[in-house]
T-cell receptor, first 113, second 114 residues
Framework: QKEVEQDPGPLSVPEGAIVSLNCTYSNSAFQYFMWYRQYSRKGPELLMYTYSSGNKEDGRFTAQVDKSSKYISLFIRDSQPSDSATYLC?????????????FGKGTHLIIQP | DSGVTQTPKHLITATGQRVTLRCSPRSGDLSVYWYQQSLDQGLQFLIQYYNGEERAKGNILERFSAQQFPDLHSELNLSSLELGDSALYFCASSVGVSNTGELFFGEGSRLTVL
């Protein structure tokens, strides 16, 4: 079992819809939770960063972490065609080093105009 | 633009050959990370260098090696290439030595082994 799991999709939704992307993780030591966005033929870019449990909001994006259920979510409001990309969740822990940072395989999101 | 530069963007070579991928980190970043991305394995950590020294090692094959030079640019050497080495290779950088996940990725080098 991989330490971070996410549905590869594709997830296709109409423009303007609320999108919910989810990951589960297995390592209780994880303290840092990230969402990276990767456009086709580009490198991943950090979108949201959360430490421990709770919510974090940035514009149309909200990241949510529930450590009790080991569940990570990213919500996108008023989705736009420019949001079409692959979204990677990642988790790590303090002192874990680079080898302790684990990425999910990514969910491919398509926003239909 | 992340500020991380990778060359070449595309590379096509034959099995058994050797290639070198190059990375220049963001200005001021001392850590460089190499990742391999394939459809079936996702983003896999290979190795990290911090200020010229190897800091952490992941799933890097013995046929692969890397180094970071005094000007902080890094090179990833892939030798005795096999078909399965075809993938996207990403370089990322960060300011410090402890990786808390805030990485800045380059656009990648796409390697095709025929």
């Amino acid at each position: 079992q991989k330490e971070v799991e996410q549905d590869p999709g594709p997830l296709s939704v109409p423009e303007g819809a609320i999108v919910s992307l989810n990951c589960t993780y297995s390592n209780s030591a994880f303290q840092y939770f990230m969402w990276y966005r990767q456009y086709s033929r580009k490198g991943p870019e950090l979108l949201m960063y959360t430490y421990s449990s709770g919510n974090k909001e940035d514009g149309r994006f909200t990241a949510q972490v529930d450590k009790s259920s080991k569940y990570i979510s990213l919500f996108i409001r008023d989705s736009q065609p420019s949001d079409s990309a692959t979204y990677l969740c990642a988790s790590g822990y303090s002192g874990g080093g680079a080898d302790g940072l684990t990425f999910g395989k990514g969910t491919h999101l398509i926003i239909q105009p | 633009d992340s500020g991380v530069t990778q060359t070449p963007k595309h590379l096509i070579t034959a099995t058994g050959q050797r290639v070198t991928l190059r990375c220049s980190p963001r200005s001021g970043d001392l850590s460089v990370y190499w990742y391999q991305q394939s459809l079936d394995q996702g983003l896999q950590f290979l190795i990290q260098y911090y200020n010229g020294e190897e800091r952490a090692k992941g799933n890097i094959l013995e046929r692969f090696s890397a180094q970071q030079f005094p000007d902080l640019h890094s090179e990833l050497n892939l030798s005795s290439l096999e078909l399965g080495d075809s993938a996207l290779y990403f370089c990322a950088s960060s300011v410090g030595v402890s990786n808390t996940g805030e990485l800045f990725f380059g656009e990648g080098s796409r390697l095709t082994v025929l």
